[in-house]
């Protein structure tokens, strides 16, 4: 089968469509703009629990975790909100965006263009950040080679053969790159523009959706600009590496503690917990990374029976 289908398929997959049913189930208001933050703490566990009960960590495993995730969520939607109020409530959103002035679309055009000369420099010179590849691209690749992460943080001779690197980095980027390789068939550091795209995306979302919450609209277009027209935030995106996520995380977390502010919904209480999550799962590979947690994990898959895996 072709690459490009399978990666669109990947992306729509492991990086939009968990995260936006999801937010649609919390009663997101900014769906779209939460989806991919969410979507990356769902395949995070997915990689992580293939982890912790000795599973080889595939492509298809992991697939297939997501599909059946993904449709346990749709199931529930249907359940309980009902799908012709999502198809509805998406309509009206597209109303609204009918009504932006000229001078909203001249922001939104400068956004919109500043995401393009991000996409075609990464191309040139993807992965550019001065450690992003033997640190977060080679724990990827790693990854994609030896189908395990349990190496990570490295912690004996053997974890050293394998990542040289003493780290402790939260995982969740590489996680997303070694996600893109693994449905392409190979390491190609072009496709990580994917990841960084979507996190730009993303981060000039929730400001706007910030600004729009804490003033109007106007407001949002002009705070998404400014965001698009920052060297830090250009830089922060385009190395590669966590800063970006981090960034959208914490756009998140500002964005859902304003609405459950406004709202007093216990829902979007938990999507504000959910965001900064993204950019630190498994953060020094401490608390649900430890050995003994993966050991009780592997104790619960097999039956309470003792794995006879060992590190």
Not at 114 to 121: E, P
Not at 243 to 260: C, E, K, P, Q, R
Not at 266 to 294: F, I
């Amino acid at each position: 089968m072709p690459a490009a289908p399978i990666l669109i398929a990947a992306t729509i997959l492991g990086f939009i469509l968990p995260g936006y049913l999801v937010s649609v189930l919390l009663g997101s208001e900014a769906r779209l703009a939460s989806a991919f933050i969410v979507s990356l703490v769902v395949l995070f566990y997915g990689v992580f629990g293939c982890d912790a009960v000795g599973s080889p960590i595939t492509f298809g495993r992991v697939c297939a975790y997501e599909v059946v995730v993904t449709a346990a969520l749709a199931w529930t939607i249907q359940r309980t909100v009902g799908w012709r109020a999502v198809i509805e409530r998406a309509s009206y959103g597209d109303q609204e965006e009918s009504s932006a002035t000229a001078q909203d679309r001249v922001l939104l055009g400068c956004t919109v263009a500043a995401g393009i000369v991000m996409l075609l420099r990464y191309l040139v010179q993807p992965l550019s950040g001065l450690d992003t590849p033997f640190r977060w691209d080679l724990l990827a690749t790693k990854m994609l080679a030896h189908a395990r992460m349990d190496f990570y943080p490295p912690v004996t001779p053997e974890d050293y053969r394998i990542y040289f690197f003493p780290d402790a980095i939260p995982p969740m980027v590489s996680i997303a790159y070694w996600w893109l390789y693994a449905a392409f068939g190979g390491h190609e550091p072009r496709l990580t523009v994917i990841a960084v795209l979507m996190e730009y995306a993303s981060a000039i979302a929730l400001t706007f959706w910030i600004a729009t919450r804490l003033h109007s609209r106007r407001a949002g277009y002009l705070a998404a600009a400014i965001l698009a027209s920052s060297p830090l935030f250009y830089r922060a995106v385009f190395a590669g590496q966590e800063t970006g996520l981090t960034g959208v995380s914490m756009a998140g977390m500002i964005f859902f503690a304003v609405s459950a502010e406004r709202t007093r919904d216990l829902r979007t209480v938990v999507l504000a917990g959910c965001a900064p999550r993204s950019a630190r799962c498994r953060e020094s590979m401490g608390g649900c990374g430890s050995p003994w947690v993966r050991w009780c994990w592997r104790g619960v898959a097999a039956g309470w029976h003792r794995s006879p895996r060992s590190r």
